[in-house]
């Protein structure tokens, strides 16, 4: 089966109204970027006003011209009429689809009520001291890397003045996972430091992350400049009142100490606290760490499972300033290609649903991954086709079969499956449905570079492995199959999210009817794979054949 040329298309409008939730340095930069492709945007913070300022992290080590520039960024956005900014406001409710949201905003005002095209979050993350971690208390020698930044950036006399000869040790990479971020942090921080009077910078490392644009070179630069670095296999040994650090360093091979003035310690970075708030509210995928962007190869650079919501910045990951600037670049490229001239070509059948047969169950609402289904007046489901990316898991999980999917219709599967078959044939027959987003592209590739490949093999091409019924596996068996092989995305790599999930739950359901007919349940396999990966479809494919043969 090949995916449909739709050409029957239909005009849509669009609301051209953009949110963004989040005042951070991403958030500015894509409400300018935004407005200035002639939208309205409405940025909602949830501070009393808007700061860059509440950001220092992102800004020390800056010089006077990149401060300069976020200066102008913010009072740019302030003042531009196509941005309405309101403060010490939350996003409470969301409803619809791409290009009719429906928002609910809370402020000490009450709920104010909007209507947007598109939305963009740009909330910023969480830093919590790991004091702890490392059993010491803060204290005025003893202080966090938040506060050190604090320090330096009240000005350069003010830092000269509380840090003039002063010898400063960084504690790193023994608390936490440490992103490349904090390893900026840190080595700006040096940057500054090298350039009070008698300043002298130490670091004890149990990890160096440098694994980010010119970050390599700032840390090559602070060593140049003095700094120095130990590589430790074990946290050093620290009094309670941080003036004497311990260790043993692995290149003279001999213990050493250290009196240094001030104790410097890391940070945790963590997703920002409304996050899972925010998720729940427009029904997007959290990772596995709170951070509002799964890792999946389909999400980058800043897409999210639902069409229209768009995740940059810290809200999506540990970032530094420029990626949080390519991310605001991205998001308005994303935004314009949505809401466009504020119409949109849609095709007329991506999901279909056949109201008369629709009993309002909700089942599809609840399993539809990307946020597309909604209600009409009369109680029945309706499929928006902008949002819909025609995965198919609502039309296989619908009780009733009144969702069908535009070229992928149930009873042109099934006719496909009953031609594949030659019952007559003197090979195995095997039938392998496979996710066109993976496994089908792999089993081309097989066949492109002439891999062992079973004569018997017929691919079933699916939108997504949700799409593959109980009753296409089933049906594939009573036409005369051998062997049937459900083919699927690696897990967290479903263009769907969950339709590898939802695939192999029905093999297993498969399994069990086929126990408990007596027929075998080894005739039937699941198996993941990646789209370049044509020799494990290869080898799959084969092994299948040499089971069905032992099997005879």
Request: proline residues 3%.
């Amino acid at each position: 089966m090949n995916d449909i040329i739709n050409n029957d298309m239909k005009k849509i409008t669009v609301n051209t109204e953009v949110l963004i939730v989040g005042g951070s340095v991403a958030g500015l930069k894509a409400a300018s970027g935004i407005a200035d492709c002639g939208y309205k945007v409405c940025l909602i913070e949830s501070n009393s006003k808007v700061d860059i300022q509440k950001e220092p992290e992102l800004l020390t080590g800056l010089s006077g011209q990149e401060l300069t520039s976020l200066q102008d960024l913010e009072k740019k956005v302030l003042l531009n009429s196509q941005i309405e900014i309101l403060t010490s406001t939350n996003l409470v409710g969301v409803n619809g689809v791409p290009g009719d949201f429906s928002l609910k905003l809370e402020n000490k005002d009450g709920i104010i009520e909007k209507k947007a095209g598109a939305i963009v979050i740009a909330t910023g993350f969480a830093i919590k001291p790991l004091n702890d971690k490392y059993q010491l208390s803060l204290s005025d020698n003893i202080i966090t890397q938040s506060q050190l930044e604090e320090i330096l950036s009240g000005g350069n006399q003010s830092a000269r003045e509380k840090l003039a000869g002063k010898t400063v040790a960084f504690l790193l990479g023994f608390g936490n996972y440490g992103y490349p971020f904090v390893m900026e942090r840190l080595v700006r921080s040096i940057l500054a430091i090298e350039q009070i009077e008698g300043c002298t910078s130490y670091v004890y490392a149990g990890d160096l992350k440098v694994a980010s644009d010119s970050l390599e070179r700032i840390y090559k630069e602070t060593r140049d400049n003095g700094a120095t670095y130990f590589k430790l296999p074990e946290m050093p040994e620290i009094s309670q009142d941080g003036k004497k650090v311990t260790f043993f360093d692995p290149v003279l091979r001999q213990n050493l100490e250290l009196s240094p003035d001030l104790l410097v310690i890391e940070e945790e970075i963590c997703a920002g606290q409304s996050n899972d708030e925010l998720a729940g509210l427009l029904r997007i995928d959290l990772e596995a760490t709170g951070f509002m962007q799964k890792d999946n190869v389909h999400r980058f650079p800043v897409s999210s499972n639902r069409e229209g919501i768009f995740v940059i910045g810290e809200s999506r990951e540990v970032q530094n300033l420029p990626l949080e600037i390519t991310d605001a670049a991205n998001a308005v490229l994303g935004v314009k290609n949505l809401l466009g001239d504020g119409t949109r070509m849609a095709p007329k059948e991506t999901g279909v649903v056949d109201t008369g047969k629709c009993v309002f169950c909700i089942t599809c609402y609840r399993c539809c991954p990307h946020g597309a289904i909604y209600w009409n007046e009369d109680n029945k489901a309706v499929i928006s086709p902008l949002a819909c990316q025609a995965c198919g898991i609502c039309a296989s999980e619908c009780p009733m079969d009144a969702i069908q999917i535009g070229g992928f219709e149930d009873t042109d599967i099934k006719e496909e499956i009953k031609q594949s078959i030659e019952p007559e044939a003197k090979v195995p027959q095997i039938v392998a449905f496979c996710c066109r987003n993976s496994a089908f592209e792999a089993g081309l590739m097989a066949k492109t570079f002439d891999m062992p490949i079973p004569d018997g093999l017929k691919m079933i091409k699916v939108p997504c492995a949700g799409k593959i019924d109980l009753d296409y596996i089933l049906t594939a068996f009573v036409e005369g199959a051998d062997g049937v092989l459900v083919l699927t995305c690696h897990n967290g790599n479903c263009k769907s999210e969950h339709g590898n999930i939802f695939a192999e739950w029905r093999v297993d359901d498969a399994h069990r009817m086929l126990e408990e007919s007596g027929f075998g349940k080894e005739r039937l396999q699941f198996a993941t794979m990646a789209s370049n990966t044509g020799s494990r479809f290869s080898a799959i494919v084969c092994d299948m054949e040499k089971t069905i043969n032992n099997l005879a």
